[in-house]
């Protein structure tokens, strides 16, 4: 049995997410069915992190163990060739040591938020990004942005159906960088909660159209509930765009 280790790049607009569903297409699903044709084992993929539905992969990490022996780039080969119908490719294969896990050996996960502050409506970037026709003030949102580093209870930016054991994280880094009618907002932690990013993303919206003030998102980080959340961003300008082992 050998482990291989993925980075795997994805368009999500077609999935239910990267977890399989019993009701819809998955990431995970489609790379499986690919390794079962190729190989005839039935295999679990396990993946650095689980992106919903709609949420984009420029490099996400995954291992999958396959007993039949093969070399990585002739993997990499075979696996994209089967998936050529859908939006998933394997960028990169590699054997790792049997100990390596994608998931639990990872030690940091950063995304980046894609928004397009423009008037005129999307077209090839529909999906891809999230459009805002008003204009957006982005120093006061990485004014707030600040307020949300370090150590905090993030209940107030947590999914009701978050599984995670406790909602106390550390943000390493919430970045709003402009460029022209562009703005990207980067984020990195160790892990993250479910819909943390997108939710940190909306409330920085509010404050960027002036709708919140900075304090405001202090209000909302302070009150760790969910209540006090004033917008949960769409998924479309979403991706996983790393992840980091020792």
């Not at 459009?131 to 003030?137: A, M, T, V």
């Not at 402009?178 to 819909?195: E, K, P, V, Y």
């Not at 997108?198 to 003030?213: D, I, N, Q």
Request: charged share 20%; glycine share 6%.
């Amino acid at each position: 049995m050998t482990r291989y280790a993925f980075t795997v790049e994805y368009d999500g607009r077609p999935f239910m997410g990267w977890q399989r569903q019993p009701h819809g297409p998955t990431v995970q699903q489609a790379i499986e069915l690919a390794i079962t044709q190729i190989t005839g084992e039935t295999a679990t993929v396990n993946a650095a992190g689980r992106t919903d539905a709609g949420v984009h992969g420029i490099a996400m990490r995954a291992h999958v163990d396959i007993a039949k022996p093969f070399a990585p780039f002739r993997l990499l080969e075979a696996l994209n060739a089967m998936m050529r119908d859908v939006p998933v490719a394997i960028t990169d294969c590699d054997i790792v040591p049997d100990d390596w896990h994608a998931r639990f050996s990872c030690t940091g996960r950063s995304y980046v938020y894609r928004i397009v502050n423009r008037r005129p409506p999307l077209t090839w970037e529909k999906g891809l990004a999230w459009r805002i026709g008003q204009p957006l003030d982005a120093q006061a949102m990485q004014d707030a942005a600040d307020l949300l580093i370090g150590l905090h209870d993030f209940t107030t930016f947590r999914s009701a159906h978050c599984q995670s054991a406790s909602p106390v994280k550390t943000l390493d880094r919430l970045d709003v960088i402009r460029t022209g009618d562009r703005i990207d907002i980067h984020a990195a932690a160790r892990s993250f909660l479910h819909h943390q990013v997108r939710s940190m993303v909306g409330c920085l919206s509010l404050v960027g159209l002036g709708k919140w003030s900075v304090p405001d998102m202090r209000t909302a980080l302070e009150a760790a509930d969910r209540t006090a959340l004033g917008l949960n961003a769409p998924p479309d300008g979403l991706y996983f765009v790393d992840a980091t082992y020792p």
